[in-house]
């Protein structure tokens, strides 16, 4: 199997391509927060094995002041000490919903998010989720490259 670029996605000027950087900043501007929405955006891209996203929302997380330590733990969140109950319960959430259709572990994961998020909030980490595993499934179809020297301010 060739690891090499199929197509560059960023240089087509698609509606689609447009509507999923429209939904991903919707999310960031939400109201779980940035760091939020990135940790989620980090955790399903590293079970997705996408590492373009990998790399991009761990960077990203990085600029937002989170200490590189910590987010290293997000593969092993539920043994890391590093993680509040709110981001716990999101990231049990997205691992989740990640899961479907293959496994449904949604039950387990419901009440915890229903103690620490509101209904619009847990709607907006469905977005959120949504929107990550979508960039995964495209970048990785496409086999988009992780670059060497990231864009200039990312």
């Given at each position: 199997m060739?690891h ?7 240089a087509?000027?698609?509606p689609?391509?447009?509507?999923m950087?429209?939904?991903s900043?919707?999310?960031?501007q939400?109201?779980?927060g940035?760091?939020l ?5 980090l955790?399903?891209s ?5 590492g ?6 761990w ?5 937002q002041?989170a200490?590189?330590?910590?987010l290293n ?9 590093f993680?509040s109950e709110r981001e716990?319960?999101?990231l ?7 899961a479907l259709?293959h496994?449904d ?8 998010l ?7 909030e847990?709607?907006e980490?469905g977005y ?8 995964n ?8 490259q992780i ?8």
């Open positions: 060739s090499a670029a199929r197509l560059n996605l960023f087509l000027p698609t689609g391509l447009k509507a950087i429209n939904l900043q919707a999310v960031k939400g109201a779980l940035p760091r929405v990135e940790l989620v955006n955790r399903v590293q079970q997705n094995g996408c373009l996203c990998v790399d991009m929302h960077r990203d997380l990085v600029k002041g200490d590189p330590r910590h733990s997000v593969a092993a969140w539920r043994e890391s000490p993680f716990r319960a999101a049990a959430w997205a691992d989740a919903v990640n259709p496994r572990d949604t039950d387990a994961a419901w009440p915890a229903r103690e620490h998020f509101t209904e619009n847990i709607a980490l959120t989720i949504a929107v990550i595993r979508g960039w499934a495209i970048n990785l179809s496409v086999r988009t670059p060497v020297e990231p864009p200039a301010g990312m």
